[in-house]
Nanobody, 121 residues
């Protein structure tokens, strides 16, 4: 079992930046890819970014590419999502997740509780 806890969400003005974190405990976290997802009010959850277990490979949704950066610090069992040039449409609950599978097709089995990010216009 892996337990994931997100933090760092909040309220920010459009054009601003925010970094959310995903701290893991339980089973060895370092061997697994991690993804960030988000769910806006009234919409389905969508993929935002993912990072391989070693951090050498990343993927981004087109909607965040060039503005968001995913990274990880395996010594701290933590994955980060740096969000720059935020837009009101980035407003959502942000979830991190991990699981099994070969990159980039990860079967996400473990999810955090989410952290709210609100971008005001």
């Amino acid at each position: 079992q892996v337990q994931l806890v997100e933090s760092g969400g909040g309220l920010v003005q459009a054009g601003g930046s925010l970094r959310v974190s995903c701290a893991a405990s339980g089973r060895t976290f370092n061997n697994y890819a991690v993804g960030w997802f988000r769910q806006a009010p009234g919409k389905e959850r969508e993929f935002a970014a993912s990072i391989s277990w070693g951090g050498g490979r990343t993927r981004y949704a087109d909607s965040v590419k060039g503005r968001f950066t995913i990274s990880r610090d395996n010594a701290k069992n933590t994955v980060y999502l740096q969000m720059n040039s935020l837009k009101p449409e980035d407003t959502a609950v942000y979830y991190c997740a991990t699981g099994d599978g070969n990159w980039p097709d990860i079967r996400y089995k473990y999810w955090g509780q989410g952290t709210q990010v609100t971008v005001s216009s």
